[in-house]
């Protein structure tokens, strides 16, 4: 089965390349079963594009690898990674305070996303700065780790957003796949008569929940997902959800859902 897979591209496939969004484990691991290597690289435009990249010979799956010559990387103290080198742009173009909030008086690049430098070297991220949750109780979450696990091992979801900034716990919206619930429904003779009919059965939340415990065992305490709302419409570009680059627009989907989220935490400590 195995070899079909890379026969499919030609079968003479040295490694792909990806970037530009996260690359779940998951999907590393099983490519690299079928002998297809993916090797992940990270950069921005603002440092001249790449700037770490995983080599064939010194790749960690998880991580963006390590940065190319010229790059320095180093990690803040609040967890931002910072990027410096002859790459770097001088400025964006007539935003003077947009460079001066990006870039420090030392040339240092503020990139927006959390993450961390293993001891091999290896850039590993973890989220981006500005969608970190910080709980009621005060502890930092990541959500892009509960969102990419539950999306990778999921055949039943199509997006996630984890939900809890200020919170005394977090909940998850999701949007289901509609192809593979209802295939699942229909193998159960639950009828349905559209996305927003089978989004709305208790027997599908059911089973998405079950994917969202089955993470949530191998998670603390404090980054569980405690109740998922299913949403009555996947997220599309077209019905502004979604970025032109497939990235969920998280304050458009919190504002278009906010009874549902407020509807959690009814009768609880709320905010700080």
Known sequence: MFSKVKNTFGGRLRFLISGGAPLPVEIAEFFHACDILILEGYGLTESSAASCINS?????FGTVGKPIPGVDVKIADDGEILLHGRGIMKGYYNRDEATAEALADDGWLHTGDIGVILDSGHVKITDRKKELIVTA???NIAPAHFQNLLKARSLFVSQVLMHGDRRNFCVALVTINEDTVGKWARTN???FKNYADLAAKEEVK??????????NRELPQYETVKMIHLCNEDWTVENGFLTPSFKVKRRVVETAHQAALDSFYKGTVQEI
């Not at 064939?56 to 960690?60: L, N, Q, R, V």
């Not at 059911?206 to 993470?215: A, F, K």
Request: aromatic share 4%.
């Open 189 to 191: 003779d639950i009828s």
């Open 206 to 215: 059911s089973l998405i929940m079950n994917d969202v415990e089955s993470i």
């Open 137 to 139: 109780g005060g502890k």
């Open 56 to 60: 064939p010979d010194e790749f960690i």
